[in-house]
């Protein structure tokens, strides 16, 4: 039995590195300090029973396990032959692996696209338009007094967020309220367990919907000194229940509000009454509350960033934090999905300039989200072949990007047979990324934070690195090998031109 | 004149920014066969994708016939000369031109006329998303020139417009004028959300019905008629908005009264 200390959690993210992680017979039998997410795929999830063993070549419709050698040259012959490869994936990979795929990307001269595609790439986008004022989480949890969560629901979505970060946590400057928050939950549940019971008893009629707004007056708690919660969403989620306000809103009017936000905080006087159903009145106490507060934190999440603006909707809150920043200290960020998306954008950002949608090729990276982003590409039907690793778009992509995507060879690289990896016409075994071997991550605030290896893989199955590279030797060798043939080729045709003329000389000397 | 011809259907992207009246111009055929082209990551030339013809008409100097959807970057930089598509155009069509002329007859792909400075696009067909508006991350939109569109326009037109007319006979997407600084976008019909948000300047004519107004738009006064530019200008009477106040901005959306009963009640601060 042996005992892991300070594990980082590979799947959300948090990235949280306080696991305690227990192995017996190269098992996870035990688990500490990890929420739910978390336990599920660490002490079960890893071990299941669809785990991919060998990798598998697609033959008259079916997969039939080969050697490796033979399915990297067939990957590697498919990805030289296609004229517009795309390499897609890489949010559930090591940095080190993902250094190799722009590498893999450059020499094929194809699209490569990562996660934050259909995430937060909106955010990067806008990032880029307007700039970030932002700050780690560590600064947030000692420091922040006022927290907006807004578009997301990091209960669900990031368990540990509010716990480790943000209102639930003892920071060094702001105490923690996690009394007031769990008995503020404790009585919503008591609330819906006695609905729930007198609607067994046929005694239940549903309270009235209100008929001008569904938006509650803010409460007065907003503006008390100390850590305060708000969260602004389209539906209220257990995330919404815990916090001090919950500011509703019509669903894709976020813009909107934002704007009249910025109006408020800039004193402007706004001519209308409400924006996407919410008074404005009630707008005007939340600018209080934000104006006044000492350190402020805005999370925000695919709400908005999948919502109507898309990018433009991320641009306006940081327009709006940008403007809170001349009245007091307020910072943004983004509440990433995956738990090494933001890696994925550094490294690619580190390597090409670019962050996602990158296009190699004209032997340059190029850049355009909307252009090179892959479901822009798959919809137009551009691409001629993909290599998906780690990222399962066969259950998340539209019906008409998954359709394209099918018409021409897929490679997969899962660890387990998922349903991309159904699909695959070359399907590799993968290790699980920070459970059978280490690498470096990023968090959603963008600190790198080093993985661990807790466990040792099933044997013959490689690691997304040690894969790559292979595939990419092979391809560098397919194609050297291809060059030889072709100046071969044009050797023997000048030669042959050589002694057509030689001839043709020859027989005008004999005539003449 | 040049005329090409697509030698079969593209089904990956062509990059072909040579196909421009400033570099065909004192070309021999032959050379212009042998302008490089890429088709998806292989290395081309003109001729192994497109069939050439010369004749001696001088205007316009190129006609492309046939589907040039996945064409991208025609007529990239061009300053002088003229372009007929007879058929759809790729995407970036007309990026970056500073003189001449692109006629689309069919659909233009987004990026059509992104970060143009002067000369003139006319499309009948409708047009992508991004028409006139710069590429990403830039702050510097259309400078000058004229687009005029027969058919609808997708999201985000004329983004950090700078100067230059834009018209649009149909319907336009969300963010119409974003952030643009000067200039004049008309469209005729009717008008999606987010109108002229984050504007600090410049005018927008919508003579249709609008879906919504941005809360940050304050009314200025009625006006019974707008110029729209120096040619032509529209009957109202149309409610004058300021905006966009969490900009700080003063630019003008001029919205048709008459179409748009839903606005009466701005009235009521004037």
């Known amino acids: ?512 | 004149m040049i005329t090409l011809t697509p030698l079969r259907n593209f089904d990956v992207p062509v990059h072909a920014s040579c196909i421009n009246p400033d570099e065909f111009k004192s070309k021999t055929l032959k050379e212009i066969a042998e302008l490089p082209v890429t088709e998806g990551n292989r290395n081309l030339t003109l001729s192994d994708l497109f069939k050439i013809e010369q004749d001696k008409t001088e205007t316009p100097s190129i006609t492309l016939n046939g589907d040039f959807k996945k064409v991208k970057r025609v007529g990239q930089g061009m300053k002088t000369g003229e372009i007929i598509i007879n058929g759809n155009a790729g995407m970036h069509t007309g990026e970056r031109m500073a003189g001449g002329k692109i006629v689309i007859n069919g659909n233009a792909d987004s990026w059509t006329g992104s970060e143009m400075k002067a000369g003139t696009i006319e499309i009948h067909g409708d047009a992508g998303d991004y028409l006139a508006s710069p590429y990403r991350g830039s702050g510097t939109g259309v400078k000058g020139g004229y687009i005029i569109v027969d058919g609808s326009v997708g999201n985000e037109v004329g983004c950090y417009l700078k100067g230059g007319v834009i018209k649009i006979k149909g319907n336009a997407g969300i963010f119409l004028g974003y952030h643009m600084t000067d200039g004049a976008i008309y469209v005729e019909k009717q008008c999606s959300s987010r109108t002229g948000a984050a504007m600090t300047g410049g005018k927008i004519i919508l003579a249709g019905t609008v879906t919504e107004l941005m809360p940050s738009f304050t009314i200025d006064s009625i006006k019974p008629k707008v110029k729209v530019d120096a040619t032509q200008s529209v009957a109202g009477p149309f409610y004058v908005f300021l905006g966009d106040l969490a900009d700080h901005g003063t630019g003008k959306l001029f919205v048709s009264k008459t179409n748009n009963p839903q606005l009466a009640f701005y009235e009521k601060y004037l």
Request: with cysteine; aromatic share 8%; net charge positive.
């Open chain 1, 1 to 512: 039995m042996t005992e892991f200390k300070s594990v980082v959690c590979p799947i959300c993210g948090c990235l949280c590195d306080d696991l305690e992680i227990t192995v017996e017979n190269n098992e996870i039998v035990k688990m500490k300090n990890g929420c739910a997410v978390c336990e599920a795929k660490m002490v079960y999830g890893y071990k299941s029973e669809e785990r991919i063993l060998k990798p598998m070549i697609r033959k008259d419709g079916k997969l039939v396990p080969v050697t490796m050698d033979e399915a990297i040259h067939k990957a590697a012959q498919i990805l030289v032959d296609a004229k517009y490869p795309l390499l897609y994936g890489w949010s559930s990979s090591t940095n080190e692996a993902q250094r190799i795929g722009v590498e893999l990307a450059e020499e094929l001269g194809s699209t490569l696209d990562n996660c934050a595609s259909i995430c937060h790439g909106p955010s990067v986008m806008a990032t880029q338009e307007i700039g970030i004022p932002t700050a780690t989480l560590g600064q947030i949890r000692h420091r922040a007094d006022l927290i907006v969560y807004w578009a997301c629901n990091p209960w669900t979505s990031h368990p540990r967020h509010v716990e480790r970060y943000t209102a639930f946590t003892e920071g060094r400057f702001e105490k923690s309220e996690w009394k007031n928050y769990m008995l503020k939950l404790k009585g919503e549940t008591g609330k819906k367990k006695i609905e729930a019971a007198s609607k067994r008893l046929g005694q239940y009629s549903p309270p009235p919907r209100p008929q001008v707004c569904m938006v509650d007056a803010p409460p007065k708690s907003i503006q008390k000194m100390g850590r305060k919660m708000i969260v602004v969403d389209v539906r209220k989620t257990k995330t919404a229940e815990a916090a001090d306000y919950f500011l509703q809103v019509e669903p894709n009017k976020d813009y909107e509000i934002f704007s009249a936000l910025r109006c408020l905080v800039n004193d402007q006087e706004l001519d209308i009454d409400k924006v996407g159903g919410v008074p404005v009145d009630y707008l005007k106490d939340v600018a209080d509350a934000m104006i006044n507060c000492e350190f402020g934190a805005i999370f925000f999440g695919l709400g908005l960033t999948q919502s109507l603006g898309r990018f433009r909707n991320i641009e306006v809150a940081i327009a709006l934090t940008r403007d809170l920043n001349r009245r007091t200290k307020f910072v943004i960020s983004p509440m990433r999905g995956h738990f090494n998306v933001t890696g994925a954008n550094i490294v690619f950002a580190w390597q090409t300039g670019y962050p996602y949608a990158i296009d190699f090729s004209q032997g340059y990276p190029q850049y355009n989200p909307g252009e090179f982003t892959i479901n822009d590409l798959l919809r137009r039907g551009d691409n001629d072949a993909t290599l998906v690793i780690s990222s399962d778009p066969g259950a998340h992509f539209p019906k008409s990007s998954m359709q394209n995507m099918m018409k021409h060879p897929l490679i997969t690289i899962n660890p387990d047979m998922n349903a991309i990896s159904r699909l695959g016409d070359v399907v590799f075994p993968a290790q699980w990324c920070g459970i059978e071997y280490s690498g470096t991550a990023y968090r959603m605030d963008s600190v790198p934070i080093p993985l661990k290896k807790v466990v040792e893989p099933p044997p013959g199955i490689l690691n997304d690195q040690e894969l790559l590279e292979r595939i990419l030797n092979e391809v560098r060798a397919i194609k050297a090998q291809k060059t030889e043939v072709q100046t071969k080729v044009k050797g023997e045709v000048r030669s042959a031109a050589k002694t057509v003329k030689k001839t043709a000389k020859r027989t005008k000397r004999k005539v003449a």
